[in-house]
């Protein structure tokens, strides 16, 4: 009976208290037991306030009218303290520094067995238990501060996997997550479901979700659900610009239409030349204390102008670490980073920002201003930039992440993809020569992604785009050089074409092959050069 389904939702419409427009509109929706279902659509189309809806977020902590039913497992959500939803329902939060909130390993994942008051034997073994089937034991001991953001994803899953819950909401799992750690990550979610748990599956990654074979695929736009439904009916009504489907399907489709030519810009701002020097690591190591081992070892390598460099490798590979040293944010314990010639260790942040935009991994971490415009005003004031320079750049930057209808809005107030747009646009505004950029798509719906990524490589004016990725397909549609680390050591560096032939190495890297990769490689003595799938399809 319906009644007793984990969720059940009827005629549900929702509408937060600071917006006109409801968020979600007339949702219907039945989640079984052991069903895996993935929820799609762009960013802002309503998947996380439906999950919002679910847990009881919605109206306890996020207030504003709410139309409908709610049913988990036969009883009305409304009906239902907080403790009572947790006990039924585990949640993964898109952002996993808004989950964590102890400082040890062991006391994160142990933090919600506390508080529904089991015993300390069965803590311990809950979360041993939990850690190891998650491969992840070795951490249980190490400091949240210091992991990166793809083993914290992992930690929040486990604090929530140790409570037993019935049904379990993902928000994103897999968007901290290098190629492997989340191929392990969507198998994991499938043996749960057929272990019997309800898995609704909130993800951007759609070609990555589809290889594991979602039982039902929602598919949402505008608040709304355009199609419910199997695989073979998603290829044919969702929209390939909009949500990223397998290469070969993108392929056949994209026959019939006009290729839209692109061309990077990068580099091509007048002043020097083509080639000359702009940023170069010898020798690096570093450490973040002497108890610790190296996060880097012995890194070598060199920014030019005109460079388009995607970094990748693991989780906890040394990729920010590395990236922190271009701006003088750390400092090498053995080696020299060199920025336009001048040794970091002897240069104050301040003045390397002329130089370089950095843009970090979670935009909590550079969100402040009460509204959008001041927030990307606030970098070229800094700088010294004029008024009239600050309006035309900032208006450039709204226009290329594509936010220009939230300027007036508090920030902090918005999405985790529409805070990471944010964040990008407030380093775009300040024109530095490098713009650094640390997972600039973790978040971001496909065609978001594409156009400011478009934006920004196919707009003259930086000499040189470096970004950390574990989207190998944006690693090949953007960049010009690759750059592949692994346990904090370079494994390669060089053009594109040359470093992702090297499968032996990227797998090392546990950076996996992708369908777009695998035909770009079948296809490049024929093209010359790696291309997108719209591109492919006119060619081959």
């Not at 977020?57 to 709610?70: A, C, D, F, K, V």
């Not at 301040?350 to 606030?378: C, N, R, W």
């Amino acid at each position: 009976m319906s009644d007793a389904l984990p969720i059940s939702l009827r005629d549900l419409t929702f509408t937060y208290r600071i917006r006109q427009e409801p968020a979600i509109k007339n949702i219907n929706l039945d989640l079984h037991p052991g069903e895996l279902m993935l929820v799609a659509g762009s960013s802002g189309c309503g998947k996380t306030t439906l999950m919002r809806c679910i847990n009881g977020l919605i109206p306890r902590s996020y207030t504003g009218e709410i139309q409908g039913e709610i049913n988990i497992f036969g009883r009305k959500n409304q009906e239902m303290t907080q403790t009572e939803i947790s006990q039924q329902i585990g949640t993964v939060l898109q952002n996993p520094e808004r989950q964590i909130v102890a400082s040890y390993v062991l006391n994160e994942v142990a933090f919600g067995l506390e508080n529904l008051g089991y015993p300390r034997e069965e803590i311990l073994r809950k979360v041993d238990q939990t850690l190891d089937y998650l491969n992840i034991l070795h951490l249980r001991d190490r400091e949240t501060f210091s992991l990166s953001g793809g083993e914290k994803q992992k930690v929040a899953l486990a604090g929530v996997l140790a409570m037993n819950p019935k049904v379990l909401l993902l928000d994103e799992p897999l968007a901290s997550l290098d190629p492997a750690s989340a191929a392990e990550a969507l198998q994991l979610f499938k043996r749960l479901s057929q272990e019997g748990i309800a898995v609704m599956l909130v993800e951007h990654r759609v070609d990555d979700v589809l290889a594991i074979e979602p039982d039902t695929i929602v598919y949402m736009d505008n608040g709304e659900i355009k199609y419910q439904g199997d695989k073979q009916g998603l290829m044919q009504v969702a929209d390939y610009k909009q949500v990223k489907l397998p290469a070969e399907v993108v392929i056949e489709r994209a026959k019939s239409e006009p290729v839209v030519p692109f061309e990077s810009q990068v580099g091509k701002r007048q002043g020097g030349q083509i080639g000359d020097q702009l940023l170069s690591f010898e020798n690096v190591t570093f450490s973040y204390s002497d108890e610790l081992p190296s996060v880097l070892k012995n890194v070598t390598f060199e920014v030019k102008k005109g460079d388009c460099i995607a970094v990748l490798g693991h989780n906890g590979a040394g990729k920010s670490t590395l990236i922190k040293h271009a701006l003088g944010l750390l400092k090498p314990v053995e080696g020299q980073v060199c920025l336009e010639g001048q040794d970091t260790k002897n240069l104050i942040v301040s003045k390397a920002a002329h130089t370089i935009g950095y843009v970090f991994q979670d935009p909590g971490q550079m969100i402040f201003e009460t509204t959008v415009e001041k927030e990307l005003s606030f970098g070229p004031h800094n700088l010294g930039h004029t008024q009239e320079e600050i309006e035309k750049d900032v208006q450039w930057a709204l226009k290329t992440v594509n936010i220009e209808e939230f300027r007036e809005d508090p920030p902090l107030a918005l999405s985790f993809g529409q805070q990471k747009r944010v964040s990008i646009a407030s380093v775009l505004s300040m024109r530095s020569r490098i713009l650094v950029m640390d997972e600039p798509t973790a978040g971001q719906d496909f065609w978001n992604y594409r156009a400011f990524m478009d934006g920004i490589i196919q707009m003259p004016g930086f000499d040189a785009v470096i970004f950390i990725t574990h989207d190998l397909d944006l690693a090949l549609t953007y960049s010009n050089k690759v750059l592949l680390v692994n346990k904090g050591e370079v494994q390669g560096f060089g053009p594109t074409e040359e470093i992702l032939q090297q499968q032996e190495t990227l797998r090392k890297c546990r950076v996996l092959p992708t369908t777009l990769l695998e035909t770009n490689i079948k296809y490049l003595p024929k093209t010359g050069r790696f291309m997108r799938a719209e591109e492919l399809a006119h060619l081959i």
